[in-house]
């Protein structure tokens, strides 16, 4: 075995596995890119065999072609009924032709089935999508998934086999066995990619996954991988396929990448467009309506590392941007779950403070047990917002989707997906089905920056109940059907049809909160445009939301044969139809006989060191029959037959099915108590998964998790950090300890402000001639606004009552900000500014003994505050106050008349 694993990689039989590489190519060009996925197939065996690849793809994306390359002849593949497609292939195959099937499992999940492989001869099989592309905040984003991950399978083991997954169907996941291929610690096929990017302009390519190369030719960038370093059997520049392939393109004009109108129309029969608009809602004129938000926090094993502290500091951010006023509650989860409050709380200081301890003692691990907790989450705030955190993979992902639609009133989802090979298609849907959004977070990229971001546009301002019109021209067939909301910043786009050519309106009409809400927009359809993109991508929405109407009985099945026949028009594959290509062969290429299958393995995921700690501890003689040995071992299910057209397969013999247990609970001292008592779910049912979701140290190739030596190195700079100026001091001093955490809320309060209050005054001699000027490093940012008071101020000491120290605390501090370029409108953080504006406005009016602090309190608003209506509350404010007269509209003179009063 050793000697023939050197040559490539086998099945534990022998037998060796075709697949030698996967190489991506394609364009990311304008709104849309579209992109190829081959797959190089070689027989080194002495017999015909057939390949079975589960593999992903974007949630997103749309699958528009499909082809087979066989002895240098390109047979393209045509899209049929998913089972009049499988027939079509497995009689191809019966009669000793070539063929290939492509079949979608999940959204983004797919099975490639390349059968009569003939021995000694290369096949290409190649898939293409397409995806539409949107820029937020000058920034485009693409994401390529590289592997199917293990996931977690609730239920108990029920059902028949139908595929040549490594876990077995369960009464929750009965398709578990077809999206679940078997997981190997010796891959030897790679990852090649070759895009071309043109998106107008030029624009600088970045990569937190991958080192890479760009080649730029005006406004053109190629980009290609760089081989891994640790990687010595990869030949070029591949990489391993065991993380997702994330590019970043910045410094890109939003109003040049996206396209406003793109159509396309033939000569003769309906044209179809793509209108995409990027709202602008900060100006609108609506008090913020009380919120009510539940997060919910995966503290599975696999959270271990960087990820739980990052997703606590994320959570202390997101606190500070509710009101006074909001209700709120947190619950992590794992096997079981549990809660900060039996059911949401008022947002106050008092709650604030004890949210803050709760979340400091959050610890990693067990695994994850995703439906009851967003439950639970969604029916506490129905009309409120969920906000997720996980890294997870999960197989009953429909379950859980349907479970918190029927708990939803219009509650919106907001997700995000850490780490590499998380869950993206359930996230996506969470999002899309309840206006929400979702936010992809790679090893490399901060949790906490991303979090904040995404919880400030989960805030932002919105237009709902939207309606449209057409003036001009006529349009038909929408999709969406149902409008998505219009959120501030945020790309919005609509699909559908015409029939005659011509220039016009259309106008989007909806509520801001009570208030009214129009927007016109030019709208140019021709006669004739070749932008054959755009008619596919209208199909693929429509398709969405047709699968998406949750029809029964015979409404159901009318709505099945409309998707199949708008789908086989478009040659698009969906959970109905499938691609198919069938190579004729004659002669001694035809072959005679069945093929054996060999099932692909998929690399470990990269950073899930349960797979390392497992390839440490056993052999492959000591392995039982299934278990995690089924996700650990190549290839090692015994060799299955192809599935028979119209039939189920059962479960091969000689496999036990494996049972998933509960993960043990960590030992006491790693409980961390919470305010209220934690609800308990009772012990893991009985599973059909294939492994146990308990990984922590994120060690391996491209893991997570830092390596110790780095953990160290940032520990002795987070010390010396800690001897830092006036700022570093003061946030840091009211920050709870581990130790202050771990005690009740009223001495966590004692503590934090008896610790504030010795810092102030140590601090109050030695403060810099001008605030403006104490510059403060990046990452302290976040320390410094993690201490806002559930107020938006900021505590203070010095003479005066509390309102007063409180104006001059917050004053000083947004001066800090300001000095760093953050004012209410920077994208991550002016949230907590505008807060904090707000707080200063409402404080004015007890500052009257106080006029050198009402003076710099609403002169520090007026320079952080970016919208002209707030300013003109200020200045309004600002009248009774000589030492602001004049300076209101003079930037340079105001700030250095603030920078003078915030030193006395």
Aim: hydrophobic share 40%.
């Amino acid at each position: 075995m050793n000697e023939q694993a050197k040559c490539g990689l086998f099945t534990r039989d022998g037998a060796q596995v075709p697949l030698q590489g996967v190489e991506v190519s394609g364009e990311l060009l304008g709104g849309h890119a579209r992109v190829r996925v081959t797959q190089r197939y070689r027989n080194d065996e002495k017999k015909p065999v057939e390949a079975i690849y589960t593999f992903p793809l974007p949630s997103d994306a749309t699958l528009s072609a499909f082809s087979m390359t066989c002895a240098g002849r390109r047979v393209a593949g045509v899209v049929k009924e998913r089972e009049a497609a499988f027939r079509a292939y497995d009689d191809a195959i019966t009669e000793g032709h070539g063929a290939a099937l492509l079949d979608q499992e999940r959204a983004n999940v797919f099975t490639a089935q390349v059968g009569n492989l003939l021995p000694g001869e290369e096949t290409l099989v190649e898939v293409e999508f397409l995806q539409t592309l949107t820029a937020e905040e000058g920034s485009v984003r693409w994401m390529l998934p590289t592997l199917v991950a293990p996931r977690y399978m609730p239920g108990a083991v029920h059902g028949d086999r139908t595929g040549h997954g490594s876990a077995a169907p369960t009464t929750r996941v009965p398709d578990a066995d077809r999206i679940s291929p078997p997981t190997s610690m010796n891959v030897d096929y790679g990852l090649r990619m070759d895009l071309l990017i043109d998106v107008g302009r030029d624009v600088v390519v970045e990569s937190p996954s991958h080192r890479i190369t760009a080649t730029k030719d005006g406004t053109r960038t190629r980009v290609t991988l760089q081989r891994d370093s640790f990687l010595k059997d990869f030949a070029g520049n591949e990489v391993a396929l065991d993380r997702d392939v994330v590019l970043t393109m910045r410094n890109a004009n939003p109003d040049v990448m996206l396209t406003p109108v793109v159509t396309h129309r033939k000569a003769e029969g309906p044209g179809t467009f793509a209108l995409t608009v990027v709202p602008d809602l900060l100006n609108l004129a609506t008090t913020p309506p009380r919120q009510e938000v539940v997060f919910v926090v995966d503290t599975s094993g696999s959270m271990d590392g960087d990820s739980l502290p990052q997703a606590q500091a994320a959570l202390r951010l997101c606190l500070r941007h509710l009101r006074e006023g909001d209700r709120f509650n947190v619950i992590a989860f794992e096997n079981s779950f549990r809660s900060f409050s039996p059911q949401t709380v008022q947002f106050t200081q008092r709650t604030l403070e004890q949210a803050d301890a709760w979340v400091a003692g959050l610890r990693a691990y067990g695994g994850t047990e995703l439906l009851e907790p967003m439950v639970t989450a969604m029916k506490a705030a129905p009309d409120g917002v969920v906000v997720l955190l996980t890294d997870g993979q999960v197989g009953n992902e429909n379950e859980i989707l349907e479970a918190v639609l029927a708990a939803r009133g219009t509650g919106r989802v907001f997700s995000f997906g850490i780490g590499t090979n998380v869950s993206d298609a359930l996230l996506r849907d969470l999002a899309r089905r309840t206006d929400g959004a979702v936010e992809f977070i790679h090893p490399g990229e901060r949790i906490d920056e991303k979090v904040v971001a995404q919880f400030s546009r989960a805030l932002a301002p919105r237009v709902t109940d939207l309606e449209v019109r057409f003036d001009g021209v006529e349009a038909s067939e929408l999709a969406p059907a149902t409008l998505p909301p219009l959120v501030d910043g945020t790309p919005w786009t609509l699909f559908g049809r015409y029939a005659q050519a011509g220039t016009g309106s259309v106008t989007l009409k909806g509520k801001s909160g009570r208030e009214p809400f129009s927007l016109t927009v030019r709208l140019d359809l021709p006669a004739q445009s070749d932008r054959p993109v755009v008619e596919k991508l209208w199909a693929a929405e429509r398709i969405r939301g047709w699968m998406d109407a949750g029809l029964v009985g015979r409404r159901a099945e009318a709505m099945k044969e409309r998707i199949v026949r708008l789908a086989v028009e478009h040659q698009l594959a969906t959970q109905y139809t499938s691609f198919v290509v069938v190579e004729e062969r004659q002669g001694d290429r035809r072959a005679s006989g069945t093929p054996d299958t060999r099932v692909v393995p998929v690399n470990a995921p990269a950073g899930w060191s349960m797979f390392n700690q497992a390839a440490r501890d056993m052999d492959d003689e000591d392995v039982p029959e299934g278990g995690l040995a089924d996700a650990l071992a190549p290839a090692t299910r015994p060799v299955m037959k192809r599935r028979v057209a119209s039939k189920s397969m059962p479960a091969p013999g000689g496999v036990s099915r494996s049972r998933g247990g509960a993960v043990p609970p960590p030992p006491p001292s790693l409980s961390a108590p919470s305010p209220a008592p934690a609800r308990d779910l009772g012990p893991e049912p009985t599973t059909g998964s294939s492994f146990q979701a308990e990984f922590a140290d994120g060690s391996g190739p491209g893991g997570a998790s830092a390596p110790m030596e780095r953990r160290e190195q940032e520990s002795a700079k987070s010390a010396k950090k800690d001897k830092g100026g006036f700022f570093d001091r003061l946030m840091s001093a009211a920050k709870p300890r581990k130790d202050a955490a771990m005690q009740g809320a009223p001495e966590l309060e004692r503590v934090v402000k008896e610790k504030a209050e010795v810092v102030y005054e140590q601090e109050e001699e030695s403060l810099p001639l001008s605030v403006a000027e104490a510059s403060i490093p990046t990452e302290d940012v976040g320390g410094i606004l993690g201490q806002q008071l559930a107020n938006g101020l900021w505590a203070g000491t010095g003479e005066g009552p509390e309102p007063v120290r409180q104006a001059r605390a917050t004053a000083r501090v947004l001066l800090v900000l300001l000095r760093e370029g953050i004012t209410s409108s920077h994208p991550l953080h002016g949230a907590q500014v505008k807060k904090a504006v707000d707080a200063l406005l409402a404080l004015a009016s007890q500052l009257g003994q106080a006029p050198d602090v009402a003076e710099l309190a609403l002169g520090v608003a007026w320079l952080v505050a970016a919208g002209p209506r707030t300013r003109g509350r200020i200045e309004q404010a600002a009248k009774p106050l000589p030492g602001l007269d004049g300076r209101l509209g003079d930037m340079a003179a105001l700030r250095q008349h603030m920078e003078t009063l915030a030193t006395r």
